[in-house]
């Protein structure tokens, strides 16, 4: 019967044990640190004003154009002049907690659901609005890619994450 034994020096996976521990707070300090660029990458995706409508608009239907005529009546705004606060109020960030966390991209404008929304109404995609739940797709990969990168650096003894 054959037998051997192997010494290891085992220091790399003692590194390797209490980097996976303490991970949770270095992915959070590191996340925290690409949040500017991140950012600022996904407001190019979905905080995009749009040109001027094209003529005659198309509505959902022709109730929706009288209440929403009617509306911009009482408030003095014929012709519709843009007041750029759809726009001003997207905000991307990360969220932690202590099971982990979440990127946030929101739009905290009222009027958000109508434009860039699940209820998109037709001229406003025909005017040229990003529809929210297609710009998913062009952002998740980039935190993803982000998020893969800064585990690699994270769980690295010798990336110099501290």
Same mark, same amino acid.
């Given at each position: 019967?054959?037998?051997?034994?192997?010494?290891?020096?085992?220091?790399?996976?003692?590194?390797? !044990?209490? =980097?996976? &521990?303490?991970? %949770?707070?270095?992915?959070?300090?590191?996340?925290? =640190?690409?949040?500017?660029?991140?950012?600022?990458?996904?407001?190019?995706?979905?905080?995009? *004003? %749009?040109?001027?409508?094209?003529? %005659?608009?198309?509505?959902?239907?022709?109730?929706?154009?009288?209440?929403?005529?009617?509306?911009?009546?009482?408030e003095?705004?014929? %012709?519709?002049? =843009?007041?750029?606060e759809?726009?001003?109020?997207? !905000?991307?960030?990360?969220?932690f907690?202590?099971?982990?966390?979440?990127?946030?991209?929101?739009?905290?404008?009222?009027?958000?659901?109508?434009?860039?929304? #699940?209820?998109?109404q037709?001229?406003?995609a025909?005017?040229?609005?990003?529809?929210?739940?297609? #710009?998913?797709?062009?952002?998740?990969? &980039?935190?993803? *890619?982000?998020?893969?990168?800064?585990?690699?650096?994270?769980s690295?003894?010798?990336?110099?994450?501290?």
């Open positions: 019967m054959f037998k051997s034994a192997y010494e290891f020096d085992t220091e790399a996976l003692d590194l390797a !044990d209490r =980097r996976v &521990i303490a991970s %949770p707070k270095l992915m959070a300090r590191a996340m925290k =640190r690409q949040q500017p660029r991140l950012r600022r990458r996904v407001l190019k995706i979905v905080a995009v *004003e %749009p040109g001027r409508p094209s003529y %005659p608009l198309r509505w959902a239907s022709a109730k929706q154009r009288r209440y929403v005529m009617a509306k911009l009546r009482r003095g705004n014929l %012709p519709y002049q =843009r007041t750029h759809l726009v001003q109020a997207w !905000d991307a960030k990360f969220e907690s202590e099971d982990g966390g979440a990127f946030v991209v929101e739009n905290t404008s009222a009027k958000a659901q109508w434009v860039v929304g #699940a209820d998109q037709p001229y406003h025909d005017t040229g609005w990003v529809y929210g739940p297609r #710009a998913v797709d062009e952002f998740v990969p &980039i935190v993803l *890619e982000a998020y893969e990168q800064t585990w690699i650096t994270v690295d003894p010798f990336a110099g994450v501290r």
